[in-house]
């Protein structure tokens, strides 16, 4: 089978069930901003501060499968041949944050995305996560989308940044504080 099919050609593409859309459809946008978050997320696991968190950001590369999968769907054709995301999927990310909260000082400040490459990557997974996130509600405001995947991409980002603290603490470095400007 070729990588190809020149069916895209004119600017559309199918979804699981065979109905063609725009490449510009909202639902593609959703389900093309999640695949992006994938990659950043294998680009997280691929990161030396993270060598013992590869299976949980892998666990985390499934589901966000399984995401792509049920919006790549047509709603009313396929539910039965998708995997299931599940609500012990975001207890998963809370318990994991539960556990980086015992381990980093508490927050008193915004923090800015940098001071390291990998806790950068992070912030970068971090925001497109939640642009992820707003794009799957545009979709959910006009078609059937599961409220759980909007609460999974939300949680997702929640651990996106708590991932960022530990890293720092790991790293041994300080957290980039935001101190903002104000009057002269």
Partial sequence: MKIYTKTGDKGTTSLIGGTRLSKAHRRIEAYGTVDELNSYIGLLGD????????????????????????????????KRIL?????????????????????VTALRAFVLPGGHPSVSFGHVARTVCRRAERAVIHLQQQEEVEDIVVRYLNRLSDYLFMLCRIMTVELGIEEVVWKPRVGK
């Fill in 83 to 103: 995997p299931d995301l599940e609500a012990e999927d975001i207890l998963l990310l809370e318990k994991e944050m539960d556990l980086i909260d015992n381990q």
């Fill in 47 to 78: 990161q030396a501060v993270n060598q013992n968190r590869k299976i949980l950001l892998k666990e985390v590369q499934d589901r966000l499968f399984t995401i792509g999968s049920h919006l790549a769907s047509e709603p009313e054709k396929s």
